[in-house]
């Protein structure tokens, strides 16, 4: 990747809170944890233009950076693009809502290309959930979908990956896995999935 690489933003539920993720450079092994975003918003674009400085870092502790910034419209079916080349993009709309006690974990990253993003949360006592989102049809995890689950206005199939249940659900050109993690020494079970979906606020 080039230094100032960008190929990933999260969009917020509400459409207008962008999370971009500023991968580092390599040769030399540079972060940008001060790095800054400006928008341009057209009818059909939005142009991200990113300035600052590198720092210096070591090549095994090199981390992409996260960069908030605002836009005055919902980017809904608008394409978002940097430095000449168009930025995946991953929707928060497209994900459930985790209510209280789970809690965000914060995700770090090396280096995103714009094929694969992930979120997890955790609470007291588990199930951990652990959320996986490719851009396209992942790779085969080995434990092919099972039966069809009811996800608010969409429908999902059931994964089944050793002692871990989880569910996949498509939405335009992106797969969703959210799949759960039992609590320790126990395994998971079908029947926590469903509960575990009930609990959730699917769109």
């Known amino acids: 990747m080039s230094p100032m690489s960008l190929r990933i933003a ?22 940008y944890p001060d790095a800054v975003a400006s928008v341009d ?21 090199t981390m992409a950076a996260p960069i908030r910034v605002n836009l005055a419209q919902p980017l809904g079916n608008r394409t978002l693009w940097s430095d000449g080349r168009m930025v995946r993009v991953f929707f928060d709309a497209d994900l459930p809502q985790i209510p209280s006690p789970w809690m965000k ?4 990253f090396t280096e995103l ?17 652990d959320f996986r989102i490719f851009a396209g049809t ?16 969409r429908q ?9 249940y989880g569910v996949r659900w498509q939405v ?10 039992p609590r320790e020494g126990l395994s998971g079970s079908l029947d926590e999935l469903h509960t575990v979906i009930a609990q959730l606020g699917w769109p």
């Open 10 to 31: 999260k969009v917020d539920r509400a459409g207008t809170g962008l999370t971009l993720y500023l991968n580092p450079s390599r040769d030399p092994c540079l972060t």
């Open 41 to 61: 918003e057209r009818a059909n674009d939005v142009v991200v233009a990113i300035t600052g400085k590198g720092v210096p870092t070591e090549c095994e502790r």
């Open 105 to 108: 974990v914060t995700v770090e």
């Open 113 to 129: 290309d714009g094929s694969f993003f992930a979120d997890g949360y955790t609470r007291p006592g588990g199930p951990d959930l």
């Open 138 to 153: 992942p790779p085969d995890s080995g434990g092919g979908p099972g039966e069809w689950v009811a996800l608010g206005s």
């Open 156 to 164: 999902g199939t059931v994964v089944n990956q050793g002692d871990r």
């Open 172 to 181: 335009r050109d992106v797969t969703y896995t959210m799949m759960l993690q």
